[in-house]
């Protein structure tokens, strides 16, 4: 059974710096979409970055790029969202998700709907 599992949620003052985790388990696909996604009170869930395991592909929504950068570890078993520069509108619950094996695709690597598995989410408060 695929599980995953964030962590590295907290609060910070606006300007500083958080690294989240993603610990996922169970799968076996290869060349696959995994992804970060967060929803804020009130509001719906968007696209914050994502990458492919096979080559070196990674894309970010408008309002992160350049402040965080989304990495695997060696293992590939680890997924890691760096946030540099943190402003309160990046208050949010943080979602790591993973494509499955699913055919046909739908949607690119920032949808949602792109993505099957999904973790419980860890919060991020920026303020002062």
């Known amino acids: 059974q695929v599980r995953l599992v964030e962590s590295g949620g907290g609060s910070v003052q606006p300007g500083g710096s958080l690294t989240l985790s993603c610990a996922i388990s169970?799968?076996?696909?290869?060349?696959?979409?995994i992804g970060w996604f967060r929803q804020a009170p009130g509001k719906e869930r968007e696209a914050v970055a994502s990458?492919?395991?096979?080559?070196?592909?990674?894309y970010y929504a408008v309002p992160v790029k350049g402040r965080f950068t989304i990495s695997r570890d060696t293992s590939g078993d680890i997924i890691y969202l760096q946030m540099t520069s943190l402003k309160p509108e990046d208050t949010a619950v943080y979602y790591c998700?993973?494509?499955?094996?699913?055919?046909?695709?739908?949607?690119?690597?920032?949808?949602?709907?792109?993505?099957?598995?999904w973790g419980q989410g860890t919060q991020v408060t920026v303020s002062s």
């Open positions: 998700a993973a494509e499955g094996p699913d055919f046909p695709k739908r949607g690119g690597p920032l949808d949602a709907i792109r993505y099957t598995y």
């Open positions: 990458l492919y395991t096979t080559g070196s592909s990674k």
């Open positions: 169970g799968y076996t696909f290869t060349s696959i979409y």
